[in-house]
């Protein structure tokens, strides 16, 4: 199975299994009239995204329903058919439980995004600006700074505003430790996205210093956010992956933005199916569907809206290659 999983990662075997099943003439067959399952997320590009999919699958005539789900849980979802697919796999914080999920059976690659993502802790450019922390973005520098970040919660420690904390588990606070860290820093957890941008806003409102957890696509790709360098991730460095407290001082790597699907789904909507791995969204692109809600202040159902009709020739091409030119 190792060595299975092994091609899996390659993106040359994914390339051949796809058109291997592209030519061999399942295309032909009609979609099932039963609902596609959509996971819903609680950040704003996998909900909008999540639409921006499903009116794709809809203007194929395809049903489509949407699930809310917890995000590492999602995997197993998929991989006992109670979703569809998945959409957002970031491969810093969540290849553990994809890759988990597709060597127990049930989840298959459905190829991967062009974005190249990061996840990493982080400040606003306008504390760099104001040189609220000399030597930032080099980790170093908050050794000497933590009095500029502490909050009312941080018990007079520097606080790092962390996502849920379902979303990456322990990996900052042993970050912290690791670093040396823990006697000036804390780490807390942000019950959602909202919460971190609602952060964002009131920092600069109030013109203190703010480490917070953000990601790249993402709507601040624009705005102006930089990235704190910590030392360079290896395999193995984190705990969770056998890693130590001597070890776990490492950054968050580059990765990859994957789409994965229950193995049914080629069978019961191959239409569709042969859609979403066509489809492929790029920074730029992800981007500007979280900035429609967290910058604009839209729901998620009419940014996909408004997504879809401005960008129809980005994904118009991704369905008609499906169902054929005179559709």
Same mark, same amino acid.
């Given at each position: 199975m190792?060595v299975?999983?092994?091609?899996f ?7 051949f299994?796809?058109?291997l ?8 067959a009609?979609d099932s009239?039963?609902?596609?399952k959509?996971?819903?997320?609680n ?6 995204m999540?639409?921006?999919i ?8 395809n049903n489509?329903?949407y699930?809310p ?5 999602s995997?197993e979802?998929?991989r006992?058919g109670?979703?569809?697919?998945v959409h957002?796999?970031?491969?810093s ?6 890759y988990n999920?597709?060597e ?10 062009d974005?190249?993502?990061l996840?990493?802790?982080g400040?606003p450019n306008?504390?760099?600006?104001k ?7 080099n980790?170093?520098a908050?050794?000497?700074c933590?009095e +500029?970040?502490?909050?009312a919660?941080s ?9 849920p904390q ?5 990996v900052?606070p042993n970050?912290v ?7 000036n ?9 909202d919460a971190?941008w609602?952060?964002l806003?009131a920092?600069?409102k109030?013109?203190?210093?703010t ?8 709507f601040?790709d624009a705005?102006?956010f930089?990235?704190i360098?910590?030392?360079p991730?290896y395999d ?9 407290l001597?070890?776990t ?7 990859w933005?994957k789409?994965g699907a229950?193995?049914k789904f080629p069978k019961?909507h191959p239409k569709a199916?042969?859609?979403f ?7 730029p692109?992800?981007g500007s ?5 967290d910058v ?8 996909? +809206?408004?997504w879809l009709a401005?960008n129809?020739?980005v994904?118009?091409?991704w369905? +008609?290659?499906?169902l054929g030119a005179?559709?």
């Amino acid at each position: 199975m190792n060595v299975l999983i092994n091609r899996f990662r390659n993106p040359l075997f994914i390339t051949f299994f796809v058109s291997l099943f592209s030519v061999s003439g399942v295309l032909k067959a009609q979609d099932s009239t039963s609902p596609i399952k959509i996971p819903l997320k609680n950040w704003s590009s996998q909900l909008v995204m999540a639409h921006v999919i499903g009116g794709m699958f809809e203007s194929m005539g395809n049903n489509v329903e949407y699930v809310p789900v917890d995000n590492q849980a999602s995997f197993e979802a998929v991989r006992n058919g109670d979703i569809t697919l998945v959409h957002e796999v970031w491969q810093s914080t969540m290849q553990n439980a994809y890759y988990n999920a597709m060597e127990k059976g049930g989840l298959i690659d459905a190829g991967t995004h062009d974005a190249v993502t990061l996840e990493e802790m982080g400040v606003p450019n306008w504390v760099i600006e104001k040189n609220l922390c000399p030597g930032l973005p080099n980790w170093e520098a908050l050794k000497d700074c933590h009095e +500029v970040f502490a909050t009312a919660d941080s018990g007079g420690k520097g606080r790092w505003l962390e996502g849920p904390q379902n979303w990456h588990g322990d990996v900052m606070p042993n970050r912290v430790k690791g670093l040396g860290l823990a006697d000036n820093w804390v780490v807390k957890f942000a019950g959602g996205a909202d919460a971190l941008w609602t952060e964002l806003k009131a920092a600069e409102k109030e013109g203190r210093g703010t480490i917070i957890f953000n990601w790249s696509p993402n709507f601040t790709d624009a705005s102006g956010f930089t990235f704190i360098e910590f030392p360079p991730y290896y395999d193995g460095c984190r705990i969770a992956d056998g890693g130590s407290l001597e070890t776990t001082g490492c950054g968050s790597p580059p990765g990859w933005l994957k789409k994965g699907a229950n193995y049914k789904f080629p069978k019961t909507h191959p239409k569709a199916y042969a859609a979403f791995t066509r489809l492929t969204f790029s920074t730029p692109q992800i981007g500007s569907m979280a900035a429609l809600v967290d910058v604009e202040g839209m729901s998620h159902e009419d940014a996909a +809206v408004k997504w879809l009709a401005d960008n129809e020739d980005v994904w118009k091409p991704w369905t +008609v290659s499906v169902l054929g030119a005179g559709n």
